[in-house]
């Protein structure tokens, strides 16, 4: 170590090194001549027999030079040069390696971008590692088989009481559409719902002003607004005075009482907080919080742990734990608890980023062979004129150093602009609580990613190919050695692929069976808008039934209109989950439950199975009615009677007068499913209650459904003109057809397998085209021998068959090989993918027809040379 710090401090200081040894030399000179002069030399005499005496000048620095490791920086400066010549007279193979070692360098240093935003990079808080969420556990025995992060109200204060060791707070882990009015123009914003020290526990400050109080955090409190930096500046232009005044949220007004800073953010998207005011009357039925807590100083998260264990049990008393089960409070990190959704994912994008990496790398090897092999001559020549096979090595080495270094270069400026795309398209839909950039750890991935490569592309080439020595017999030898490695790498990069298009496979054919479930009503031509009613004017069901069934009936005026209705939720999106009860049981069960307007069966053309569909007859005088879904009447009926029946729920006893059939919707309780078939119960709006409105519209925005007749409508302008018409100040959130609100629904689904896939097809390009690089010199290599099969009658199209034949024999082996990477990628990925097993037929079907599609492509293309062959050519020439 003390030498090669020695070496990297001479280097430093190159040129005072080589004054001082030209000083040192000049003095020794000079000091022997004088010393000569005084034996009775005369100058000139002693000067050259000092001269004489001391040897040859550059052969002393020379020594100098080694004895300080300097001449290996002179071979570098030497190498360098000529690696750049020799790169630079082939212009196609630089570009193909550079391209393909950035591309696989690129996509790497992407994903882990995004995975260390969402799971590994410390969040942007004061000691973030002290921050915590309370989770409630399920097991037996300390062991727990199932977790959740929402807590309920009854939790919150036994906490909020009782817990020393830790900073509390509540807050809701999405956030909902508002209406807000300013200086007369509505607007719509994304609005978060946050407990008092939400800030202060998460150690940001407000830039202005303060956050809530514990006194102002509860039901009936003050309306308090606390502003992001972006609306502030949008809506006040960053002017302090906006501090203390009002805005018109929701129909109310609410006080501005803090601005937090530009660069803070939550893992949601939100343009303001507002007090969440938790309660166990309070929304969701006191459930649907998530309490944030810091260990306080000297708390461990043991000892916190155990205090919330014992101070939360009676709260959990009220919970139905599964029979034999226990349920405990326990604490998860932050970090882990917000990025766990997403972890398995990220891991598995992550994962065929690698994969991609590898056949890149794999396939940069072979071509450096190929060009290894072209240069044979040049090799063995250097080793007959005394090139030793340490300086051949070295000579190579420098030339896979400057190719990966330009690959990794070019993979950075993919990485830049991979990392921004993902940004604007992730952007809300990941929860992540920090900003999406290319940091220094990204770019120190980047770096060791390019050694990697170094090590993979540039050493095994290097020690091939000084290996090669004059004799030419032997440079033969190793040519044939040259394309036995090219196929071993062709088909490890054929195997990689294997594994890369299961997995792809897999997931599009996830996107494509959820995509072609039946929905359970009419898509076609069906357009809904979205509005929300999180709105003091509209808190009674009175005037939110009036608005929704004005503009309905508005729209359906015209001509080209067919029906128009509303409903609190759409098909394809998540239910309201409630409980219900039946009159004779105290029991209570968790299903969906969804207000409609008159008319809204019919303008999704939803079957009717039994009774009738709720209608003008269901209003707010008129006895409490429910219809219900198939799904409903097959949990939790049975073979009873479904019309007649009475339950209990939303505060009223209701009596069920219809049954319609089944529509797709995401989960809400207890399923996994990414689209299926929920029980749900259907109400009118007009039979709902004030406070019950209140409840669901902070989570849920109701929606518009128009169904055009035949023909291009124009239902958005058409939708807007009469919202305007009942209420210019109430913005509408989003107009889309009904696939859109699929494909938004699906659109984890769909980015998945968009990565995958396009690490999958540039993988298998990239194999194509290394596969077609050795069919090409197998041909040349071949030359001789197809033209004596030529000669002996062989016809061209045999002789073209032999030259393709291995192609196809690699991409066998190749599928061979990847099989059991593939079948192992494809049971890791058995949580993401549904409606396909993991021996999916169909999938490794496609698989093989596409892989030996592609090689027979690839050897086809240069193997069509053979057709130009002339045998007596060929032969005269050996």
């Not at 004895?67 to 000529?82: C, F, G, T, V, Y």
């Not at 766990?340 to 396939?363: D, H, I, Q």
């Not at 999180?534 to 729209?555: F, I, K, N, W």
């Not at 109430?730 to 009904?738: E, K």
């Amino acid at each position: 170590m003390g030498r090669l710090w020695r070496f990297f401090s001479v280097a430093r200081q190159r040129d005072r090194f080589e004054a001082e040894m030209a000083e040192e030399m000049a003095d020794h000179l000079a000091r022997r001549a004088a010393d000569l002069e005084l034996a009775g030399w005369s100058p000139a005499r002693a000067q050259r027999q000092a001269r004489l005496e001391f040897g040859s000048v550059e052969g002393f620095r020379e020594a100098c030079r080694e004895a300080r490791w300097l001449h290996l920086l002179d071979e570098l400066r030497r190498n360098l040069k000529h690696g750049l010549r020799v790169l630079a007279r082939t212009p196609v193979l630089t570009a193909t390696v550079t391209l393909t070692l950035g591309l696989g360098i690129g996509a790497n240093v992407s994903i882990f971008s995004l995975l260390d935003a969402a799971l590994l990079r410390p969040l942007p808080y004061p000691e973030s590692e002290r921050l915590v969420l309370v989770e409630t556990k399920v097991g037996q025995d300390g062991v727990s088989s199932s977790s959740n992060l929402s807590q309920n109200g009854r939790t919150w204060e036994a906490l909020a009481a009782g817990v020393d060791r830790l900073d509390l707070a509540v807050f809701s882990d999405w956030s909902s559409g508002a209406n807000v009015v300013v200086d007369g123009r509505a607007d719509y914003l994304q609005q978060q719902r946050v407990g008092a020290g939400f800030f202060r526990v998460l150690g940001v400050d407000p830039l202005i002003g303060r956050e809530f109080s514990r006194r102002e955090d509860v039901p009936g409190g003050p309306r308090l607004a606390v502003l992001s930096h972006r609306l502030w500046q949008r809506l006040y232009r960053g002017r302090p005075g906006a501090l203390g005044g009002t805005l018109q949220l929701r129909g109310e007004a609410y006080e501005i009482v803090g601005v937090m800073p530009a660069d803070f953010r939550t893992g949601v998207d939100a343009d303001l907080w507002t007090p969440l005011r938790p309660s166990p009357e309070g929304e969701g039925e006191g459930e649907n919080y998530m309490i944030l807590g810091r260990l306080r100083d000297g708390a461990t998260l043991e000892s916190a742990g155990d205090q919330l264990r014992a101070i939360g049990a009676p709260a959990l008393a009220a919970l139905r734990a599964p029979a034999g089960r226990q349920v405990w409070l326990a604490l998860e990190s932050l970090q882990h608890g917000v990025g766990r959704e997403v972890a398995p994912r990220l891991m598995f994008t992550w994962l065929g980023a690698w994969l991609l990496l590898g056949v890149c790398s794999f396939n940069v090897t072979g071509l450096v062979l190929a060009l290894a092999a072209r240069r044979s001559r040049e090799m063995a020549t250097r080793s007959a004129l005394g090139g030793g096979r340490g300086a051949i090595f070295r000579q190579m080495l420098t030339e896979g150093l400057v190719l990966c270094v330009l690959g990794g270069g070019l993979g950075v400026l993919l990485a830049a602009l991979g990392v921004r795309w993902l940004g604007a398209t992730l952007s809300g839909s990941m929860g992540l609580w920090q900003p999406l950039a290319l940091d220094s750890r990204a770019l120190a991935l980047a770096l060791l990613l390019t050694l990697f490569a170094l090590l993979v592309t540039g050493l095994y080439p290097a020690l091939a190919g000084s290996r090669h020595h004059a004799r030419q017999d032997a440079t033969r030898v190793a040519g044939q050695r040259n394309l036995s490695s090219r196929r071993l790498l062709v088909t490890a990069q054929l195997a990689l692929v294997v594994a890369l298009l299961v997995g792809a496979g897999q997931l599009l054919r996830t996107v494509l069976h959820l995509q072609g479930l039946t929905p359970g009503f009419d898509a076609d031509g069906l357009v809904a808008a979205t509005v929300s009613l999180q709105d003091a004017r509209y808190g009674e069901p009175v005037a939110a039934d009036r608005l929704l069934q004005s503009v309905a009936t508005r729209v359906a005026a015209d001509p080209a209109i067919e029906i128009a209705a509303a409903g609190l939720n759409l098909p394809y999106e998540r239910p309201l989950n409630m409980s219900f009860s039946w009159p004779a049981e105290d029991e209570r069960h968790i299903t969906n439950l969804t207000y409609v307007t008159p008319g809204y069966f019919e303008a999704l053309r939803v079957s009717l199975l039994a009774g009738r569909y709720l209608d003008s007859r269901d209003g707010a005088s008129a006895s409490p009615t429910a219809v219900v879904n198939a799904a409903f009447v097959r949990t939790y009926l049975g073979d009873r009677e479904p019309l007649g029946a009475r339950l209990r729920i939303a505060g009223a006893e209701r009596r069920i007068v219809g049954v319609v059939s089944d529509t797709r919707q995401t989960p809400g309780w207890g399923e996994d499913e990414p689209l299926g078939h929920r029980a749900a119960i259907f109400v009118t709006l007009a039979q709902t209650a004030g406070p019950f409105l209140e409840l669901v519209h902070s989570w849920f925005e109701p929606s518009w459904v128009v169904r055009p007749r035949a023909g291009a409508v124009d239902v958005e302008g058409k939708l807007r003109a009469a919202v305007t018409a009942v209420d210019p100040q109430l913005p509408l959130a989003a107009v889309r057809s009904m696939s859109a609100v699929r494909d938004q629904v699906l659109a984890r689904q769909r980015l998945q397998a968009s990565l995958l896939g396009s690490a999958a097809g540039g993988a298998l390009i990239i194999a194509a085209v290394g596969l077609g690089g050795l069919i090409a010199a197998s041909v040349a290599e071949r030359r001789r021998e197809l033209g004596i099969r030529l000669a002996l009658g062989a016809s061209p199209w045999q002789a073209l068959g032999e030259a393709v034949l291995p192609g196809l024999r690699l991409a066998v082996q190749g599928l061979l090989w990847g099989l059991p990477l593939a079948l192992a990628l494809a049971y890791g990925l058995r949580a993401l993918v549904h409606g396909v097993g993991p021996w999916d037929l169909v999938t490794y079907g496609w698989v093989a027809a596409i892989l030996v599609a592609a090689a027979g492509l690839a050897s086809l293309l240069p193997a069509l040379r053979v057709l130009r062959f002339d045998p007596a050519q060929l032969l005269r020439a050996d």
